[in-house]
């Protein structure tokens, strides 16, 4: 008798719902996706609130799915997200690099939190230092989303951060060409947060997340998961006036204060759930003189599933290359801030 083997389960928290996408590995078939709706937040800044109910409806869905003992990953919200580039002494080997990262962690390697998840892998490498690229993220709300998917029945894996699986999604449709050294900036724009990361030569260089408290309230969920404004429209073009204008300024600081004006953004690639994406991709236009593109999703998925599908083509095993005497790509970051099965 033929078992039918359960899809990997894909899953990213926002405030109000929790998105899911169903993948047949085998055949890299979509076999399932949606969304649960809350009518409360279920995050405040980025942190699990109402935890029974959390639990309650993930419980549910995957008793109502049959995907009990399926293994899944997810995605952590944004908002504790740390990106680093740091030199290292040339001389330490990966395993190395590990220790001497773990040490100067909080030390030299100065983090917003501490007890954090770290990862890093070697972009660069001279005759002195070689340098590396480090995400981290707090090891207590790792362990939060950990346990919330086990108590639901399901095996977590790993987890990862939304702009590197956006990244992959930009990579797979082939959507940016030129210059590998340009700067492109990944915008995830949803009603209340914000999600900057600029990447260049397919490496993560600046992150930034934030969230939008002035009318907030005037954005509305339905139960089929779309939001909807209810506020005026002069307060939505108050509202995206002052969102553009924080935009502008972290441009004008990654121009001057990251890259000392020796370059700027090259481009603006624009995802998430905002309700009216052509209508952002216009007045993004009429702002800046940049190219704009909206990131379209494969398979029909939606514009904020769009992390989900590319935390699907994440690499199921790690690639260990010795750095040579110039700039590595970052083909596919495979950061383990997380979880790996069997790991307490």
């Known amino acids: 008798m033929l078992f039918k083997s359960k899809p990997h389960i894909y899953l990213r928290f926002y405030d109000k719902s929790i998105h899911y996408l169903a993948l047949d590995i085998q055949h890299k078939v979509i076999v399932d996706n949606g969304e649960l709706v809350f009518d409360t937040p279920i995050l405040i800044e980025g942190r699990v609130e109402n935890v029974p109910l959390v639990k309650t409806r993930l419980d549910a869905l995957v008793k109502e799915k049959k995907w009990k003992n399926a293994k899944a990953s997810i995605l952590l919200p944004d908002d504790f997200v740390t990106i680093r580039h740091e030199d290292i002494p040339v001389q330490l080997s990966p395993s190395e690099a590990k220790d001497y990262v773990d040490l100067h962690v909080n030390s030299s390697i100065r983090l917003p939190f501490d007890n954090p998840k770290v990862d890093f892998e070697i972009i660069e490498r001279n005759e002195d230092t070689q340098r590396i690229v480090l995400v981290a993220y707090p090891s207590e709300e ?123 953004i090259s481009s603006v690639i624009l995802t998430g759930s905002y309700p009216n994406m052509i209508d952002l991709e216009g007045v993004l236009k009429e702002r800046f003189d940049l190219p704009i593109h909206v990131l379209n999703t494969p398979m029909n998925l939606k514009s904020e599933d769009a992390s989900l599908y590319g935390l699907s083509l994440k690499s199921t095993k790690k690639t260990s290359k010795t750095p040579k005497l110039k700039t590595k790509k970052m083909k596919d970051k495979q950061t383990d801030i997380l979880v790996e099965e069997g790991e307490a």
């Not at 073009?237 to 001057?256: A, I, K, P, S, V």
């Open 142 to 264: 790792v362990r939060q989303y950990w346990d919330t998917l086990k108590e639901a029945g399901l095996k977590p894996q790993t987890a990862d951060f939304s702009a590197l699986s956006v990244y992959r999604v930009i990579k797979e449709t082939q959507l940016l060409g030129g210059n590998p050294d340009d700067h492109h900036l990944v915008l995830q724009w949803h009603p209340l947060d914000m999600s900057i990361t600029v990447f260049s030569n397919d490496v993560p260089h600046f992150n930034r997340h934030s969230r939008f408290s002035t009318l907030n309230h005037a954005w509305s969920l339905t139960n089929e998961g779309q939001w909807v404004w209810t506020g005026s429209d002069e307060e939505l073009d108050h509202l995206t006036t002052n969102q553009l204008d924080g935009l502008e300024r972290f441009m004008d600081f990654y121009r001057f204060s990251v890259l000392n004006g020796k370059g700027s």
